[in-house]
């Protein structure tokens, strides 16, 4: 289903302030959240029949079991006619190929059952059927070629797969007023129907006319990223204001400030080592759960416990230290000016932000030092974002094995 909206259009200032130092550095994207994003770039996938979670768990880097057991006390919602008292929360996972490299990335999500949830008039059980489905929100762009590489591996497994992307969007909801601090989920501006210390329209709306329950969920890569959510395509998320809708590219400079990225053009498909992506920080691999397609080289590479390139974020700076304007083009070499090595490789830019896998001990040698090759004008500084784990980096690796 084609969708329009308006979108919250930044002036040029809104989008980067100038810094020398990460420290201190702070977009005005911090200033102007939460803001919300219909992501067009993705799509969603159904599964549903008794094999889904048997059939996943075999394929993907994450513990799928989770979503096959009681709910518990997993995650407290509001109750309402189609909320369920209790939830589960998403997860993020990757498919990998039999060598190990990433192929698909895919956030899951466990629709409530009937059984969960008050019915209609509030004051009991829903009633229906209580078969298990997953949702995944994939990247849109190689969607025909992931249903075909799950149907090849589904042989005889009673799963269903289905295209849902025109019934279903994906968003994304964050910006600076949605913080760590305020990530908690006794906020009212997290309630998953915005419900709270007042009661918004929107999410009132939602949970009376909406018999599936939809919800937004942290992300669960980082709290940082806000939340995150898959919703009828016919239909406004809760909390999403016309004025605070925005385009994507937005979500875009959001998380490569962060660090983070997303999908099969950003994690090159069939090149990418996953724990170079850094997706072992991003909750979205397992090493308890066992074996599945490509598991070898994860665990192999994971207890070595070295990995000597990861994907940083990266600001490009003209020599008088002004924002780079124009764009830089995916795949160009980042290298030391001085020595002449190269350090490593951009994957994604927008303007004057990017991503780029780099060697740990070049990336952080000192200011001026890094440059994009052919255009040695451009400065390159790459930044350690702040939920990297100290023992991530090099200095910290060599003195764990010296000890």
Request: glycine fraction near 8%; charge should be neutral; hydrophobic fraction near 35%.
């Amino acid at each position: 289903m084609n969708r329009f909206k308006p979108s919250l259009q930044f002036p040029k200032s809104i989008w980067y302030t100038s810094s020398k130092h990460f420290s201190s550095q702070q977009t005005q994207l911090d200033n102007v959240g939460p803001m919300a994003s219909y992501l067009k770039t993705r799509a969603v996938v159904r599964f549903r029949g008794p094999d889904t979670v048997k059939f996943l768990q075999g394929l993907l880097t994450n513990d799928v079991r989770n979503f096959g057991e009681a709910l518990g006390e997993k995650m407290s919602t509001l109750a309402t006619p189609n909320m369920p008292t209790v939830s589960t929360p998403p997860m993020y996972a990757a498919m990998l190929t039999p060598q190990g490299r990433f192929l698909y990335d895919m956030f899951l999500y466990r629709p409530s059952r009937p059984y969960e949830k008050l019915d209609r008039s509030g004051y009991g059980p829903g009633s229906g059927p209580a078969e298990l489905e997953l949702f995944a929100d994939v990247d849109g762009s190689v969607l025909d070629e992931l249903l075909e590489t799950l149907k090849k591996y589904r042989l005889r497994s009673k799963v269903d797969i289905e295209n849902v992307a025109e019934e279903f969007s994906c968003w994304q909801r964050y910006g600076g007023n949605l913080s760590e601090k305020s990530l908690s989920s006794k906020e009212p501006e997290a309630a998953a129907v915005g419900w709270g210390g007042a009661v918004d329209l929107s999410g009132v709306l939602a949970s009376q006319g909406n018999n599936l329950g939809w919800q937004w969920y942290k992300d669960p890569r980082l709290d940082c990223l806000g939340f995150r959510g898959i919703f009828p395509s016919n239909t406004t998320p809760p909390l999403v204001e016309a004025d605070k809708e925005t385009d994507e590219q937005n979500y875009l400079l959001w998380r490569l400030e962060k660090g983070v990225a997303e999908g099969s053009t950003e994690i090159p498909k069939g090149e990418a080592m996953p724990l170079e992506y850094n997706l072992a920080g991003l909750n979205a691999i397992s090493f308890d759960k066992g074996c599945y397609v490509g598991q070898e080289l994860i665990a192999r590479t994971h207890h070595r416990g070295v990995i000597r390139k990861r994907l940083l974020p990266l600001k490009f700076l003209h020599d008088t230290g002004k924002d780079v304007e124009w764009k830089i083009a995916p795949r160009s070499e980042v290298v030391n000016a001085a020595s002449g090595k190269k350090a490593g490789v951009v994957t994604t830019a927008l303007k004057c932000r990017g991503l780029g896998v780099l060697r740990l001990e070049e990336a952080f040698k000192g200011s001026g030092t890094l440059t994009i090759q052919g255009h040695e004008e451009v400065k390159v500084e790459a930044i350690r974002p702040k939920w990297f784990p100290a023992e991530w980096f090099l200095e910290h690796q060599q003195h764990s094995a010296a000890s």
